[in-house]
């Protein structure tokens, strides 16, 4: 059976895990035939992800893709996105485990400015409108009493919001705040700069699983050997993408195959990812997320207005069903090639929290 793992839409590190999964050799071990699509298959969505094209949104667009381009499994949607699609009565897509269990970022500010209520009137770095991060700064503004429509200044672009590049128009006095993954602050908080939200401590010890791994529950109700096999190789693959530095010359390698040819200019152009932030890759060690760290998130989406607030927690416990990762999980990690990469893991572990 040929798998089909990827999206139609959005950039090459939302499908980096799956290509060095694949890449690796552990789909294959696993006796599943997978192809990784992402945006060559549908240059048209790429306009819409751009910060200045129409805003993206997932809701219809994931199950469209799916079937318009024989998706199997997608690893990187909204969590809000089932939920919305089930509030309108498409209760097709079902949450199978973790893509992202931790948002590994903390939100840096200026010297001078030690609370998210001092934002007001200042800028502050988002990498596009609409998105994860936009979401939480504007569910934190509206808490402090800041209108974030008239009162933040917006400094829109991958430059000033991407968590791996945003500490640098930060440092360089273009913006008052940003997210900035968590490994370049303390070179921030050195020179003067002020923590004001750490996501990992927050968000113990539930994570923040704000994109999950879904298909359509047809799907898996299908072919429930094929996503536990799907599981034991992409948590193969989340334990190889953080032993470094041993594995981070495979990564760079699959990476810039990502890139080459891509559609999208940005993603040709972009810098591949340094070594220094690979062993603190926000992918679950057992492939699975907490149900309580999905709900506090769409508790978050119901106060921005993007989510109905009709959502209940029985609603989170009927799309979340990640009993086949549970499984795949079960068993292999009693297997000698998984503890011994436990047991290379365990500092890092210790290290980040997760």
């Not at 997932?58 to 079937?67: A, F, K, N, Q, Y």
């Not at 602050?185 to 004001?196: C, H, I």
Request: aromatic share 10%.
């Amino acid at each position: 059976m040929k798998l089909r793992v990827g999206n139609g839409c959005w950039h090459a590190r939302h499908v980096l895990d799956a290509a060095v999964t694949l890449e690796a050799g552990f789909y294959a071990q696993e006796g599943l035939d997978v192809e990784v699509v992402h945006a060559k298959i549908n240059p048209g969505a790429i306009d819409s992800t751009r910060p200045e094209g129409e805003r993206y949104d997932e809701v219809g667009t994931v199950l469209r893709d799916m079937i318009a381009f024989g998706i199997d499994i997608i690893p990187d949607v909204h969590v809000r996105t089932p939920f919305a699609e089930r509030a309108l009565g498409n209760d097709e897509l079902r949450i199978i485990g973790g893509w992202r269990n931790q948002f590994t970022g903390t939100l840096v500010a200026a010297p001078g400015i030690e609370s998210i209520a001092a934002l007001r009137g200042k800028r502050v770095g988002d990498w596009y409108k609409g998105g994860i991060a936009t979401l939480w700064y504007e569910h934190q503004m509206r808490k402090a009493g800041i209108d974030p429509d008239r009162e933040i200044d917006w400094k829109i672009g991958y430059q000033y919001g991407s968590m791996r590049d945003a500490w640098r128009p930060l440092l360089a006095g273009e913006t008052d705040a940003a997210i900035v993954q968590n490994p370049f602050v303390p070179q921030l908080l050195e020179r003067g700069f002020n923590k004001l939200y750490d996501f990992v401590e927050d968000n113990k010890p539930y994570g923040r699983p704000d994109r999950v791994t879904v298909a359509r529950k047809s799907f898996v109700e299908r072919n429930p050997e094929v996503i536990k096999r799907y599981w034991k190789a992409a948590i193969r693959g989340y334990h190889f993408m953080r032993i470094i530095p041993e594995n981070f010359p495979f990564q760079r390698f699959v990476e810039a195959k990502l890139r080459v040819d891509n559609p999208d200019q940005s993603e040709r152009m972009r810098d591949l990812r340094p070594m220094s932030i690979m062993d603190s890759a926000f992918h679950p060690l057992d492939g699975q997320l907490t149900v309580e760290g999905v709900w506090r998130i769409l508790e978050e989406h119901e106060d921005a207005g993007v989510l109905s607030k009709s959502i209940t927690r029985r609603d989170v416990e009927e799309v979340v069903r990640q009993e086949l990762a549970q499984e795949a999980w079960a068993e292999m990690s009693q297997t000698d090639d998984v503890k011994r990469s436990l047991e290379r893991l365990q500092p890092v572990v210790e290290r980040y929290g997760y």
